[in-house]
């Protein structure tokens, strides 16, 4: 059976208003541009960091910079974006005059799996832009997950994909290099309730809270503990990469705060990498958890803010959440 195009899966959607599927068709383009850096850096000399650093004091690789610059100009063409904040700008940037949608995004997401060639991404959060005012400010991004229209990320693995939804349900798709075209490979997603399969990153058990760790203990005895079956564990540390499995074969995604002053807020940041997984993992029947509450209803109050995350397969992430939201200060 021939495959549906993204522009086709997108005329489907009615959640979708014209202006919103042209601009995930535009952030689509972006990402193709994007794999394409991504599959020439090593004949351009690209993957080695540079000696500029982002507004968060995070060493940047040249690719994290291109890839950006790319998302920036693929989006500016589209008449529908009002404004972008991205993780590696300070600020907000203008987009078109009369646009109705800000667009938050993470260019290069898991950019240290670049130089051992291993799965990064790109994230993206579409939200509703404020009527008729003439310039946006970053307080306009300052909306809860729940507002958003749309949300996705393209995976470049040894497939790149585009996975995403426009208010409806949670589709996949894969770039066809013979055409060039997106073509629907994972419809309807979604998270089955439960798994044996968790991602964390074990090497700050020492930093953890006492209820995150207890819940990470009973993963680990397995079928002679209280969960009654056996885990494996996996972390990719590219969240893109680690959210995608658990959108095919379900799981728990867990980044936690801890002890550490740096990680009292966690490490990832809500606008452009919790909140638009959040919304695609419970658009999938999954459940996704910040420190307080649903994620989604989590309003950030800067661009970069950051917050602990709990996402995946909803009766592991309901046992894990139960286990450990006493930890939240
Ligand atoms: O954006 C940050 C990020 O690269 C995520 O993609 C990933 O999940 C995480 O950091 C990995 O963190 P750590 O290096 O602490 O394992």
């Given at each position: ?164 939804s426009?208010?409806?349900?949670v ?18 997603m ?90 695609l993992?419970?658009k999938a ?45």
């Open positions: 059976m021939r495959m549906k195009t993204l522009t086709e899966w997108l005329s489907g959607q009615e959640t979708a208003s014209d202006r919103l599927r042209r601009g995930v068709e535009r952030i689509g383009a972006a990402c193709i541009e994007i794999a394409g850096l991504i599959e020439r850096a090593p004949f351009e000399g690209q993957t080695g960091a540079l000696d500029s650093s982002n507004v968060q004091g995070e060493v940047q690789k040249a690719l994290d910079v291109l890839a950006n610059d790319v998302f920036l100009a693929r989006c500016a063409e589209e008449p529908a974006f009002a404004a972008f904040a991205s993780e590696e700008l300070d600020d907000v940037v203008a987009g078109a005059a009369g646009g109705d949608l800000l667009v938050a995004f993470d260019p290069l997401d898991g950019s240290s799996n670049l130089d051992v060639s291993m799965c990064v991404g790109s994230i993206f959060s579409i939200l509703p832009a404020p009527a008729g005012k003439a310039v946006i400010e970053a307080v306009d991004f300052f909306q809860p997950g729940r507002a958003q229209l749309a949300a996705g990320y393209a995976l470049y693995g040894p497939q790149t994909m585009l996975v995403l426009v208010g409806g349900e589709a996949g798709f894969t770039l066809d290099r013979a055409s060039g075209a997106w073509l629907l490979t994972h419809p309807a979604q998270v089955p309730p439960d798994s044996g399969e968790y991602a964390i990153n074990a090497s700050n058990e020492r930093h953890w809270r006492p209820g995150l760790k207890g819940f990470v203990a009973d993963m680990k005895a397995g079928k002679d503990g209280p969960l009654q079956r056996d885990f494996n564990m996996r972390w990719l540390a590219a969240m893109v990469a680690d959210v995608h499995r658990v959108l095919v074969r379900g799981g728990i995604f867990i980044y936690p705060a801890d002890a550490r002053p740096k990680l009292a807020d966690g490490k990832l940041r809500v606008l452009y990498e919790c909140a638009p997984m959040a919304y993992v419970e029947g999954g459940l996704a958890y910040a420190a307080k509450g649903p994620m989604l209803d989590l309003r950030p109050d800067t661009l970069h803010k950051r917050a602990p995350i709990l996402l995946g397969s909803r009766n592991l992430v309901a046992k894990a959440w139960e286990a450990s939201s006493g930890d939240a200060g």
